[in-house]
């Protein structure tokens, strides 16, 4: 490695040792049955693709 160590902008060891409030639990919206349906795609009773969509401009690797 060399001499010149980039130091990150955040202080990580107060992250790692927050420890989430009830509070913090309550900001978070609750998921509902409407959610998990547009989580997949099905066509006629049949899963066609369950999770993230495809890109519409997918990254393409450089030659």
């Known amino acids: 490695m060399t001499a010149n160590k980039r130091t990150l902008g955040s202080d990580l ?3 790692d040792t927050h420890v989430i409030t009830a509070e ?7 998921l509902t049955d409407e959610d998990f349906a547009r989580a997949d795609l099905y066509h006629d009773g049949k899963l066609l ?6 890109s519409d401009d997918p990254k393409q690797a450089g030659s």
């Open 49 to 54: 693709q369950s999770g993230r969509p495809k």
């Open 24 to 30: 913090e639990y309550d900001e978070i919206p609750e």
């Open 13 to 15: 060891k107060t992250i």
